[in-house]
């Protein structure tokens, strides 16, 4: 489906907004350890970052998993580099659960890990275990790192 027929709004995230975000789902894992944080690359690698920071963590490996080309989803999902465990222990981010299509792969190549995402739509939410806020199905997230968002966004 292309992206304007699939996406009809836009909800831009700044910088404060996001570390804000993330602050506040941190808090919802105070006292809790961690072996470390999981990445879903590309998406998730900077919200790691800030997870880490928060957190005080500082093993952190990543998933590479491809499943969006521009603003269009692709067919399938591939997956470039996993890890080697289940996850038990871990925590695994990602910016955003979309359709869930690449959350129900990256769920059972780690079913025991803590799955984060920072925003959410209706469609892949039951498939996270935590998130910060809800967007609608037709709404395209406009991350601050986007080198080139929608003109009109």
């Known amino acids: ?12 995230v700044s910088w404060d907004r996001l570390q804000n975000d993330i602050r506040e789902l941190c808090k919802d894992l105070e006292g809790r350890t961690f072996k ?3 990445a879903i690359a590309r998406g998730g690698l900077i919200p790691t970052g ?13 998933l590479c998993v491809q499943s969006y080309d521009a603003m269009s989803q ?16 871990w925590l695994l981010i990602d910016d955003l659960v979309d359709t869930g299509k690449t959350a129900r792969i990256v769920r059972e190549l780690l079913p025991k890990a803590l799955f984060i995402t920072v925003y959410a739509k209706p ?10 806020t809800e ?15 929608p003109a009109d966004a």
């Open 1 to 12: 489906m292309a992206s304007s027929e699939r996406y009809q709004r836009y909800f831009k």
């Open 123 to 132: 469609e892949g939410r039951p498939l996270v275990d935590r998130f910060h």
């Open 74 to 89: 692709r067919e399938g999902v591939t997956v470039d580099k996993g890890v080697d465990h289940d996850g038990e222990g």
């Open 36 to 38: 470390g944080i999981i």
């Open 135 to 149: 967007v609608s199905q037709d709404t395209w997230v406009v991350f601050p790192w986007e080198p080139n968002p």
């Open 50 to 62: 800030l997870f880490a920071q928060e957190m005080g963590l500082r093993n952190i490996d990543t």
